[in-house]
């Protein structure tokens, strides 16, 4: 895998490297903006970009407006926002506009080169990844009445997995049942929530959506 790296601080952007290398994966190119990203992802051709949420000129959501960008322009190029903020709202504007291929991750959750690694290849396969600690901010908080509070509880847990990106085959690992099982229960989700007419994969991608924007 080849990755692009966007980020203004010169011990992020070779600690991201390094950790990648450890796993295989191959830093094509770095900067320290978002302004000539798009030059080098034409000319390295990566497979992802890893890029900062707040890089130069403002420190606001540079990343955020860079990574719906690259979506746009380069649809074959997976996107991983890094973030030091627990701020909710930016996960979702980038999940609402183009859901597959994006992830959002808290940096202290990358410390572990294993799991950035993860991260990486469930996106550039087409997956959308979440931190599950905005899962969980998301989920702790107060809404009025909604489909959502419909669910089972066990039906919530697999949602929220659903959530994180997590496969079919993975949340089975994780709660120990059969694949026929969360298939009734993702079925299950998607009947309480309104989502009866789409392909599986559209359901599912706007199944976590309700659930992050937490009303009906």
């Keep these: 895998m080849r990755v692009v790296i966007a980020d203004d601080a010169a011990l992020i ?8 290398a450890e796993d295989g994966i191959e830093t094509v190119g770095a900067v320290t903006s978002a302004d000539g990203l798009d030059d ?3 000319r390295a051709t990566p497979d992802a970009v890893v890029v900062d949420i707040r890089m130069p000129p403002t420190y606001t959501d540079e990343g955020i407006v860079a990574a719906r960008r690259i979506r746009k322009q380069f649809p074959s190029v997976a996107v991983l926002v890094l973030s030091h903020y627990l701020q909710a709202s930016y996960a979702m504007r980038l999940l609402e ?11 202290d959750r990358v410390t572990d080169g294993q799991e950035l690694a993860t991260a990486l290849r469930r996106i550039v396969a087409g997956e959308c990844v979440v931190d599950p600690t905005i899962v969980a901010d998301l989920l702790a908080r107060a809404r009025v009445h909604s489909p959502l509070d ?22 089975c690992e994780q709660f120990v049942l059969s694949p026929r099982t969360v298939e009734s229960h993702v079925a299950s989700i998607f009947l309480k929530l309104g989502l009866a007419d789409s392909t599986d994969s559209h359901r599912r991608v706007l199944a976590v959506l309700r659930y992050l924007r937490g009303s009906g």
């Design 13 to 20: 952007r070779s600690g991201l490297a390094a950790l990648l």
């Design 40 to 42: 080098l992802i034409t």
């Design 97 to 107: 506009e183009n859901p597959s291929s994006v992830g959002y991750l808290l940096k």
């Design 150 to 171: 419909d669910l089972t509880a066990r039906e919530g847990e697999v949602l929220a997995l659903m959530a994180e990106g997590r496969s079919n085959g993975a949340i």
